[in-house]
């Protein structure tokens, strides 16, 4: 695996752990744990979208980066990926 | 992948319930150009789409109609909240009230519920973009006629917003067809369809 897939996998990894323990937290609005686990993955989840963002381009319309092109619709769009 | 984000697009604060006007603007939820089937026409069209401009306009005014209808439901339900019967009886509501009491669905005016057969995903990019314009188009006048009949000056401020993006999103379209058009046989633009034929090698 690239270094690109690496680092994407890596933040679709830790997005999904913040969902699901936020859907967890829905109903345990209160559980400590589960709190300290949000936070510590957060942490994480952000220094992975700066790195890749600053390698690979935007993941969100407002994380282009560059000055003279709007790089958010170079391709491949996801859906364009083959495996 | 979508994140969901705690706001609406543009503010709406209705202060009076107004039942009737809920029953005609939810036509702008789930009706035949509402946003409910703008939303699911582009962004089902975005697949087979190859220029990268065009898959954004698509992408990106897709994901757009998403906080629209949001904003729909939610005028409908601030102008339904803390209504008497006498005001269900007398506005005409009833009909939506007795399936729905006042939850959000998303029908048309008229009661028929939301249909997939109000848009096409045709998998032809002249096709779909002048379908995407035309739709755009209908559904200004949709807002157009709306306040025609609504004088409540909160519930007219985000119809007010709503309608200008319509035509914002018409402007977007007809840029995206011109790109598409840049890159066919300026001949015959039906020559091939480039969603679907290869190019000669």
Redesign the interface.
């Known amino acids: 695996m690239d270094s690109q897939k690496e680092l994407l996998n890596k933040i679709r990894i830790l997005e999904f752990v913040l969902h699901d323990t936020g859907l967890y937290l829905d109903t345990h609005p209160l559980d400590q744990e589960a709190l300290r686990y949000y936070r510590t993955n957060r942490e994480m989840l952000d220094a992975a979208i700066d790195e890749y963002t600053s390698y690979y381009g935007p993941l969100t319309?407002d994380a282009v980066l560059s000055k003279n092109k709007w790089t958010?619709?170079?391709?491949p769009?996801p859906?364009e990926v083959e495996a | 992948m979508w994140t969901y984000e705690k706001k609406l697009q543009y503010p709406v604060n209705i202060r009076r319930p107004d039942p009737a006007a809920a029953k005609v603007i939810i036509t702008q939820y789930g009706g035949p150009d509402g946003e409910l089937g703008a939303s699911m026409r582009y962004l089902s069209q975005?697949?087979t789409m190859p220029y990268?401009?065009a898959?954004?306009v698509l992408?990106?005014i897709g994901t757009e109609e998403l906080a629209h209808l949001e904003m729909v439901s939610t005028i409908v339900h601030q102008l339904t909240r803390n209504m008497t019967i006498e005001q269900i009886k007398e506005s005409g509501f009833d009909t939506y009230f007795v399936d729905h009491t006042a939850g959000i669905y998303p029908v048309a005016a008229s009661g028929v519920p939301f249909n997939a057969g109000t848009f096409q995903s045709k998998g032809d990019a002249i096709t779909d973009l002048v379908e995407d314009m035309a739709a755009e188009q209908k559904a200004r006048t949709t807002y157009d006629n709306i306040l025609r009949l609504v004088d409540d000056p909160d519930v007219r401020d985000p119809i007010k917003f709503l309608r200008e993006r319509e035509i914002v999103h018409f402007q977007r379209f007809g840029e995206a067809l011109r790109i598409v058009q840049d890159n066919l046989d300026s001949k015959n633009f039906y020559a091939f369809n480039p969603e679907f034929d290869r190019p000669r090698r």
């Open positions: 319309m958010w619709i170079e391709k769009w859906w | 975005r697949y990268k401009e898959i954004g992408n990106d």
